[in-house]
């Protein structure tokens, strides 16, 4: 079945400074790639997704990408805010026969230094 | 428009107890999903309902947990005989009835389980 890995596992930036976080799929079946945004005590929060047939998606200071034949893709936040503190995590769609079943990664821990 | 909503937010069973989470879905939303996250990992599919009907329970222990959504009310997860390994956070998400399933997900808040 679908494995997703992310990284880094924890970062930490300066504020105003960039973050990326990578993530890599294994089902090339996989066409839908959402990233979610959890806060200490609360449910994930979907902040941004991308369809693959689409190579990058921006909203506002956050993007993302991907790379269909690496199978990666990549969360970039771009200045960065204590706010962004949080734990994100990636998602894929599942094999075609369960394309409702997200797959997510382990986490990586955002801390913005203010 | 209240987003999804759970309780309770804590539960605290000695093992052997039940446990019943609950879960009321985004208004208009008819796909209920519930997941399980344990420290420091990402969440696990557990169960996919819509009203009346399990669609796919793949992701849920086959003993113990069982999982509805009935025609009125909320959804529930129910765990009989808790043992230490379930505590976890248990979260829900929905999701509108049109479109492609499983996508748009909106989560709620989570009920974390603390088996004694």
């Known amino acids: 079945g679908e494995n997703v890995e992310q990284h880094p596992s924890t970062l930490s930036v300066q504020e105003g400074d960039s973050a990326v976080i990578k993530c890599t799929y294994s089902d090339s079946a996989s066409n839908y790639f959402p990233w979610y945004k959890q806060e200490l005590g609360k449910g994930p929060q979907l902040i941004i997704d991308?369809?693959?047939?689409?190579g990058e998606k921006k909203d506002q200071r956050i993007a993302v990408t991907l790379n269909k034949t690496a199978k990666h893709f990549s969360l970039h936040i771009t200045e960065t805010q204590p706010e962004d503190s949080a734990v994100y995590f990636c998602?894929?769609?599942?094999?075609?026969?369960?394309?409702?079943?997200?797959?997510f990664g382990s986490g990586t821990r955002l801390l913005v230094r203010p | 428009n209240a987003g999804v909503m759970q309780n309770p937010r804590h539960l605290v069973r000695r093992r052997g107890q039940e446990a019943r989470l609950r879960c009321s879905p985004m208004?208009?939303?008819?796909?209920v999903y519930w997941y399980r996250q344990l420290p420091e990992e990402g969440l696990k599919f557990m169960v996919y309902l819509q009203k009346e009907n399990i669609i796919d329970e793949s992701g849920m222990p086959k003993e113990r947990f069982s999982a509805e959504f009935p025609k009125e009310g909320p959804s529930i997860l129910r765990i009989q005989q808790v043992v230490r390994g379930d505590s976890a956070a248990y979260f829900c998400?929905?999701?509108?009835?049109?479109?492609?399933?499983?996508?748009?997900?909106?989560f709620g808040s989570g009920t974390q389980l603390s088996v004694l």
């Open positions: 208004k208009g939303h008819s796909h």
């Open positions: 991308i369809r693959s047939n689409v």
């Open positions: 998602a894929a769609v599942g094999a075609r026969d369960s394309s409702y079943k997200l797959i």
């Open positions: 998400a929905s999701s509108p009835p049109t479109g492609v399933a499983n996508e748009k997900l909106f």
